[in-house]
Structures are given as structure tokens and as C-alpha cells.
């Protein structure tokens, strides 16, 4: 069945530098790919979108790329900042799978001073 | 932007109760989505729900659950009876259609902790 697997489950940055937070899928379908960040106690929210092979999608500085060629699409952004810390979800919604949404497990992401 | 509430946000329980999540989503959605997330796991869909049907449901989706939109009110999922395996944090979402492209509001989630 669709999978997600996000290989990472907690990155420390200081606050500045570039990071890359993996996310990697299955599926034998047409894949839409979606990047959701979660703040404490807050709920999930859309972050990045897309369905286009090879085409860079930006959003509040963050940024992501479908590769349907490796079925990845990892998110970036070049310089972290301390209100960036928060649980960051990747998630896939294939042709196959209706409207379901399917997960990967989560990155927590933490900046530092 | 648009807002999905879930109430209770934490609800204990004794093994064997019922219990009633609600979940007020945007108010122009048609559709409706319950996600569970068990702690350290990632999150899993249970149900979506369109024109008052269960359109696509998951094997978590037990004979206990049941959800329902009573006149365009809380869009509910009920538990009866609870198990303790039922513990964990469920995800309300809502979104305008069904495409894929659409983005799926979610909730902050409920916590349901069955003793």
C-alpha cells in the first residue's frame, strides 16, 4: 500500500542555517505530496503542496521539489528561525487512496539561539 | 485563515463508556475527515465522510466507531464501547471537495485517554 517515511525524527539547528527535512514515499499512483507543520498545542497546519514533477514550490521561505524519478520531496529552508521549531508532518494523497491523506511519522525540528 | 475546533480537547475515560468527540469544521466544507495518532506514531485516517456517508473508512475504523453530522451541526465520531487501545489523539479535518489539490483543514486534535 502508500507509504511515507520520514527518516528523521528530531533535528537541532541553530538558528541561521539551512535544513533539510526528508520525506521519501510509495505508492503506484499519481502522488500529491503535502508538507504540514504542527506548533505546540496547535493544530496541523499546510504548509507546501504539490503534484508537479521537478518544480520547486515555496512557501514562507520554505520550499520543496517533487522528484518522481527517487519519490521524494524533501522540505528547505535556507535560514532557520527560532519561531520555525515545531512538528513537521509529510504526508502523500494518491490517486489510489480516495481522499485519504497518508502520514509519515513526523519531524520534530528545533532551533536554537 | 479557517478554523476546525474539537471539543473536549482532553477527555478520560473508564474502558467500556462511550465516548463522543465533536468536531466543528470550516463552515463551508462538505468534506469530513477523522484522523488518529497514537503516541510516538505517526498519524492514521479512520474515516471520511460526504453528504451525510461514510465514504472511505480504514480496517482502524472498528464496528465500535460510528460518525455522523446531525443537520449540518458537529461532525462527530463516537466510540461505544472504548477499549484501551482506543487511546490516542484524534484529528478532526474538513475540506471544500474532494480533489486532491484541495487542502484538508485539520483541528488541534483531542486527546482521549481510556483507563
Known amino acids: 500500500g502508500d507509504s511515507v517515511t520520514q527518516t528523521e525524527g528530531l533535528v537541532t539547528l541553530t538558528k541561521g542555517l539551512p535544513v533539510m527535512l526528508n520525506c521519501t514515499y510509495q505508492t503506484t499512483y499519481s502522488p500529491f505530496l503535502f508538507w504540514y507543520v504542527q506548533h505546540l498545542n496547535e493544530a496541523p497546519k499546510l504548509l507546501l503542496k504539490s503534484s508537479t514533477d521537478n518544480k520547486r514550490t515555496e512557501h514562507q521561505g520554505f520550499y520543496a521539489t517533487l522528484h518522481k524519478s527517487s519519490s521524494s520531496f524533501h522540505l528547505q529552508k535556507s535560514s532557520v528561525q527560532l519561531s520555525d521549531s515545531a512538528l513537521y508532518f509529510c504526508?502523500?494523497?494518491?490517486?489510489?487512496?480516495?481522499?485519504?491523506?497518508?502520514f509519515g511519522q513526523g519531524t520534530i525540528l528545533k532551533v536554537y539561539l | 485563515g479557517p478554523k476546525v475546533l474539537q471539543i473536549p480537547s482532553h477527555q478520560i475515560i473508564d474502558m467500556g463508556q462511550m465516548v463522543t468527540l465533536n468536531c466543528d469544521p470550516v463552515s463551508n466544507h462538505l468534506y469530513f475527515y477523522w484522523y488518529k495518532q497514537i503516541l510516538g506514531q505517526q498519524m492514521e485516517f479512520l474515516v471520511n465522510?460526504?453528504?451525510?456517508?461514510?465514504?472511505?473508512k480504514s480496517k482502524l475504523f472498528k464496528d465500535q466507531f460510528s460518525v455522523e453530522r446531525p443537520d449540518g451541526s458537529y461532525f462527530t465520531l463516537k466510540i461505544q464501547p472504548t477499549a484501551l487501545e482506543d487511546s490516542a489523539v484524534y484529528f478532526c479535518a474538513s475540506s471544500s471537495t474532494g480533489r486532491s489539490s484541495y487542502e484538508q483543514y485539520f483541528g488541534p486534535g483531542t486527546r482521549l485517554t481510556v483507563l
Open positions: 465522510f460526504y453528504n451525510g456517508k461514510v465514504m472511505e
Open positions: 504526508a502523500l494523497r494518491a490517486t489510489s487512496s480516495g481522499q485519504k491523506l497518508v
